[in-house]
């Protein structure tokens, strides 16, 4: 992935900053008639998926996705700093996020790092454009946290693996063309970690079923996927068979940000404390707006300077001159925690301004907003637990970044 290593100047930066822009407002989408999900852990319906597909590809048809992957995979093989912008401009102008985020965000950073060129030529470019959506089966019903202690099974058959288990927590599992999976292939390694492998499985393989679930917010999104003597193909491996623990390692990095390379554009809905201060004009204290009453006005400034200090650090984490040797990976690490439980936090004040309208949700017509931070609140958590929950990411940060002992 080409880094930063020319600069552009301000002035290009200014003109193909502008040219973005004036591309999003000629071809961004008009707002659907049916609701459209918050992040892409909450697609719920075939409108939704068909909404957001397209966009994705009308983004990547035009040049303004996947920019510093490397071109011959499909990528356009420019300086990070290009994919940075058109992403700020993204979230400026608040437009649609991109669907295909663990494609985006980590499977295909992985593939490019780790996978075969095969296995380059075969899905990159299909993750760009949407053509094929991406799911991620890590998590167990029982292992979660301690991922390395997955129990779901691949015995290798021929030039097949089999697979026997059961991933949850699965997201877009219903839209999904593949997954990123870790399964077991040796149970008698001399350690849980060395016993796993990692596979791209192909979703429509016979024996794959998934069962929706649903969530606090009413919305689909997640599902159980059980595997029942599903046979993929061997050269969907990663690495050699009892390397899989580091290629799950690879992909914890680029989602919880400890590494970049993502292919860019953002995956969530964009929500900030200016929608905030919005909310606080139209929320009512004693019958004045409760923008006037010093105390939230308060508590406005100050989310408005955190969010100062989140985007900052990103913007730091993306300049290599001013990252510390050796610990480079140490503000993306820092802004998955700040950031999510910020999201957190903000919605959660959000909805406690409102008062006697807090309780009413989404279908309400007394809701304030249509219960836009009623749904944001509950949806929030997602991002403090999937990826790593916050005392996870909490231990990492003590135990690499502050060298304290393991808890
Ligand atoms: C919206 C959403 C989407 C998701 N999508 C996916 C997906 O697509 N694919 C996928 O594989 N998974 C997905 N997940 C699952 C997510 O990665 C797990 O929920 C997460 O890793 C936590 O695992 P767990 O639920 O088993 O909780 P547990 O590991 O059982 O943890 C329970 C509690 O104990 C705490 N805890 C556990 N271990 C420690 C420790 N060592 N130190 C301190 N505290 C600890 C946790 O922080 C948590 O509060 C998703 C989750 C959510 C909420």
Aim: neutral net charge; aromatic residues 8%; charged residues 25%.
């Amino acid at each position: 992935m080409s880094q930063d290593k020319q600069p552009i100047s301000t002035e290009e930066r200014d003109k193909f900053a502008q040219k973005v822009r004036a591309w999003l407002k000629r071809n961004m989408p008009s707002k659907p008639d049916f609701r459209l999900p918050l992040t892409f852990m909450e697609i719920d319906n075939q409108a939704q998926f068909d909404y957001l597909c397209d966009w994705q590809c009308r983004v990547y048809e035009a040049g303004y996705l996947g920019m510093s992957w490397p071109a011959e995979y499909g990528g356009g093989g420019l300086p990070q700093v290009y994919q940075d912008i058109v992403t700020r401009e993204m979230a400026r102008l608040q437009a649609p996020f991109m669907i295909n985020a663990i494609g985006l965000s980590w499977a295909g950073p992985t593939i490019l790092k780790l996978g075969t060129e095969a296995q380059k030529k075969r899905y990159i470019k299909k993750i760009l454009s949407a053509e094929e959506i991406w799911c991620q089966g890590f998590s167990e019903p029982e292992n979660g946290s301690d991922l390395g202690n997955a129990q779901t099974r691949a015995v290798r058959d021929g030039d097949s693996y089999v697979i026997n288990g059961s991933k949850i927590w699965t997201s877009q599992a219903e839209y999904a063309a593949h997954m990123i999976l870790i399964a077991r292939t040796d149970p008698e390694a001399p350690n849980k970690y060395a016993g796993l492998s990692f596979f791209l499985a192909p979703m429509d393989t016979p024996g794959i079923e998934i069962r929706r679930i649903r969530k606090m917010t009413g919305e689909y999104g997640f599902a159980q996927t059980f595997f029942d003597d599903a046979r993929i193909p061997a050269d969907t491996l990663v690495g050699e068979e009892g390397q899989g623990w580091n290629v799950a390692m690879a992909v914890l990095a680029f989602e919880r940000g400890a590494a970049l390379g993502q292919a860019g554009g953002n995956i969530m809905s964009v929500i900030t404390s200016r929608d905030l201060v919005e909310t606080a004009r139209k929320s009512l204290r004693d019958g004045r707006p409760a923008l006037e009453d010093v105390r939230i006005r308060e508590q406005l400034v100050q989310f408005m300077i955190e969010e100062r200090c989140l985007r900052l650090g990103r913007q730091r984490g993306r300049d290599q001159r001013l990252l510390t040797p050796g610990r480079e990976f140490a503000p993306m690490l820092l802004g998955k925690l700040q950031g999510s439980e910020y999201m957190r936090r903000m919605a959660a004040f959000a909805v406690s301004m409102q008062g006697g309208q807090a309780p009413l949700y989404v279908d309400d017509p007394m809701a304030l907003d249509g219960g836009v931070w009623q749904r944001q609140h509950m949806n929030s958590y997602s991002a403090t637990i999937g990826g790593g929950t916050s005392e996870i990411q909490r231990n990492i940060i003590g135990e690499r970044l502050l060298g304290l002992g393991k808890g």
